[in-house]
């Protein structure tokens, strides 16, 4: 029997939080939006671990856009140089304060279209954060987890994170859009990882297509 697109996308949802039922992000050290914006742009390219360990005596030393604004290059770099990229990330960082305090009174916006033109933001930032503080449903922030496993699972037959995202939003409710996020990262990283999917211990495997597991296997 064959069941319908909007059927498998609830069958996944539906295992996938019976499967992670605290999947939540793994940015922990943060207590306003401008601190979660923050520790997201820091994780570009770096892991979560590596943001948690550094943020603590940042958000110390500089809890607000104000003071972040004010702080020199050489400052943010100290605090944050065990972070992958942390020289251009010093420089996001310090413009990001510098454009919330003058274009939004410290505050942080919450469109993606104004967050995008924030230094060191892309879609992928703003939706993190429009979904996990504001409880803004505007888009559905596609990592590289989101990215491989939407293949595998044949939601998407694109490889650009813009195009997952709008293939994404199609089918996956809009009250999910924050969610789908973080329990595919916890797929991806527990199960269904790059190099070595272990499809013959996943619950999704009677409904899992597998599209491109060979192929990744070879690369
Ligand atoms: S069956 Fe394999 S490819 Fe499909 S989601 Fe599970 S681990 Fe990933």
Same mark, same amino acid.
């Given at each position: ?98 454009? $919330? %305090? &003058?274009?939004? /009174?410290? #505050? ?6 104004? =967050? !995008?033109?924030?230094? +060191? ?33 044949? $939601? %998407? &037959?694109?490889? /650009?994170? #813009? ?6 939003? =199609? !089918?996956?409710?809009? +009250? ?44």
């Amino acid at each position: 029997m064959t069941i319908s697109v909007s059927q498998r996308v609830e069958q996944i949802l539906s295992l996938l939080e019976t499967n992670y039922p605290n999947s939540t992000g793994s940015l922990i050290n943060f207590s306003s939006p401008f601190q979660l914006l923050t520790a997201a742009i820091l994780s570009a390219q770096s892991t979560d671990k590596q943001v948690n360990a550094v943020t603590p005596k940042l958000f110390e030393r500089f809890p607000n856009p104000i003071l972040l604004s004010h702080a020199t290059i050489e400052e943010i770099e100290s605090l944050i140089s065990s972070v992958g990229l942390y020289k251009n990330k010093a420089k996001f960082l310090k413009n990001m304060a510098s454009h $919330l %305090t &003058e274009k939004y /009174n410290s #505050n942080v916006p919450t469109t993606i279209k104004e =967050l !995008i033109k924030l230094p +060191g933001v892309g879609r992928k930032t703003a939706n993190v954060l429009l979904n996990d503080w504001f409880g803004i449903h505007e888009g559905i922030a596609v990592d590289t987890h989101v990215k491989r496993i939407s293949y595998r699972l044949e $939601l %998407t &037959e694109n490889s /650009n994170p #813009n195009k997952i995202e709008e293939d994404l939003k =199609l !089918i996956i409710p809009e +009250g999910k859009w924050g969610k789908i996020t973080h329990l595919l990262i916890d797929h991806g990283r527990k199960i269904c990882r790059a190099q070595e999917p272990l499809c013959n211990e996943c619950f999704l495997s009677t409904i899992c297509p597998r599209i491109g597991v060979i192929k990744d296997l070879k690369k």
